[in-house]
Structures are given as structure tokens and as C-alpha cells.
């Protein structure tokens, strides 16, 4: 079984610049993460989905960060214009959600390492 | 809100040895799940043990061991028999359940950078 697909692995950008990420998930997973981590810290969560509605997005930065799920399958996560705070690893992670229990284990792609110059 | 805390910036262990990674959280939740995630220099995140907080018995997967005491708030990661390619970062997270004010989101700790040395 395919993981969950992240493109592209390392991007570097200039300032001001837009760029997006993309993140293809387990196949049948309703549920998808997109999780920002900074150098030498542990991930924190940008937006959830559940199919195609984003249901936690309250860690957003709205004003320049955007994020989609068409036809609740890929995500696309994008930043216009990106910052030098932005540069960090972007993690997507993928779960089937049956039961609203504690246990729905979250499965991660290899990231994207975001570099703005 | 939740909060996970790793004291241990990194820790350094002989091959074959045991080694005990420390994590403490804080939560208002009722119910919530406890997970170990160990991330290799490639930096995918990769699931090594979850405890859920009704779970009378330690759990247990292969090499790994969670030791959970609930009334300390504390989720330590036991790792049995070290071997070279445990060397990475070892992170810990928790979830709450539905219902809870941080359903469906990890919140994960700092991390603990582990060596193993042959």
C-alpha cells in the first residue's frame, strides 16, 4: 500500500514569492492533516479535513496561507507571499476515521522542506 | 488546551542498552490518546506506540514500551535493546477524543534527539 505522497521533497524561494505543496493521502482516508514544523521543534497542526471540509483551521495564518481538498482526496497548501518565518518542513498526514475514539492513527508523508530567502 | 513536555534535548545510549525517554502532558480532556513518533534524518514521522488514557496495561510494541502513570501525567518511552538505527528524533504526542477541546489534532512535545552508539 502507496503512503502518503508529498511534492515536491525541498523548495527554495525567494521572498514575496508564492508557492504550493501538495499532498496526495492514503487511498480511503476521509481525513487529512497539513502540519507546519520549524527547525528543531515538533509539528504543529496548520488545518484538518474531513473529506472535504477543513474542520480545524483555527492555526491558519489566513491572511497568506490558503489550503484546498477537492473531491476530499489531494490537498493543496499554499502561501502568497511567503515569508523568511515561513521556511520550516510541511507535513501532510493522512487517517481513516471510523469512530470518534482516540486511536485513529495519523500516517505522515516525508514533507516538504520550504526555504525563503 | 494540551501541552506535552520532553526535558530531554538528547540523550546519548550504548548499543544494546536500554534507554528511557521522558514525556510529561497536561490536559483538561477526560479521554485522550498518547503516541510516540520517532523521526529519522529522512523526516518522515513514523508511529511507534500509542496509550489510550483507559488502557489499564502499559502498552507494548516489539522493542518498544510506553510506562504511562496517569496520576504523574507522564507517557516515558522505554526502548529495549538499542540498536544503531534507533538514532533519530523521538517525539510525543497526545490527542483528546470527541467531544474534547483537541479532537482530531496531534499536539506534539520537542523532541528528544537519541544517539546510539555502537
Redesign the interface.
Known amino acids: 500500500e502507496a503512503g502518503v505522497v508529498q511534492s515536491p521533497r525541498y523548495k527554495i524561494i525567494e521572498k514575496k514569492q508564492p508557492v504550493a505543496f501538495w499532498c496526495n493521502p492514503i487511498s480511503g482516508h476521509n ?1 487529512l ?1 497539513w ?1 507546519r514544523q520549524n527547525l ?6 496548520l488545518i ?1 479535513y474531513e473529506n472535504e471540509e477543513a ?2 483551521d483555527s492555526q491558519l495564518p489566513k491572511d497568506r496561507f490558503s489550503a484546498e481538498r477537492l473531491k476530499g482526496v489531494d490537498s493543496t497548501l499554499k502561501i502568497q507571499p511567503a515569508e523568511l518565518g515561513d521556511s520550516a ?1 510541511y ?1 501532510c ?1 493522512s487517517s481513516l476515521v471510523q469512530l ?4 485513529n ?7 516538504t ?1 520550504l526555504t525563503v530567502l | 488546551a494540551q501541552k506535552i513536555t520532553q526535558t530531554q534535548p538528547g540523550m546519548f545510549v550504548q548499543e544494546k542498552e536500554a534507554v528511557t525517554l521522558d514525556c510529561t502532558y497536561d490536559t483538561s480532556d477526560q479521554s485522550y490518546g498518547l503516541f510516540w513518533y520517532k523521526q529519522p534524518s529522512s523526516g518522515e514521522m513514523i508511529f511507534l506506540i500509542y496509550q489510550g488514557s483507559y488502557d489499564e496495561q502499559n502498552a507494548t510494541e516489539g522493542r518498544y514500551s510506553l510506562n504511562f502513570q496517569k496520576a504523574r501525567k507522564s507517557a516515558n518511552l522505554v526502548i529495549s535493546a538499542s540498536q544503531l538505527g534507533d538514532s533519530a528524533m523521538y517525539f510525543c504526542a497526545m490527542r483528546g477524543t470527541a467531544g474534547g477541546t483537541s479532537y482530531g489534532k496531534l499536539t506534539f512535545g520537542q523532541g528528544t534527539i537519541l544517539t546510539v552508539h555502537p
Open positions: 481525513t492533516y502540519y528543531g521543534q515538533g509539528p504543529e497542526l484538518r474542520v480545524d518542513v507535513l498526514a470518534a475514539g482516540a486511536y492513527e495519523q500516517f505522515f508523508g516525508p514533507g522542506r
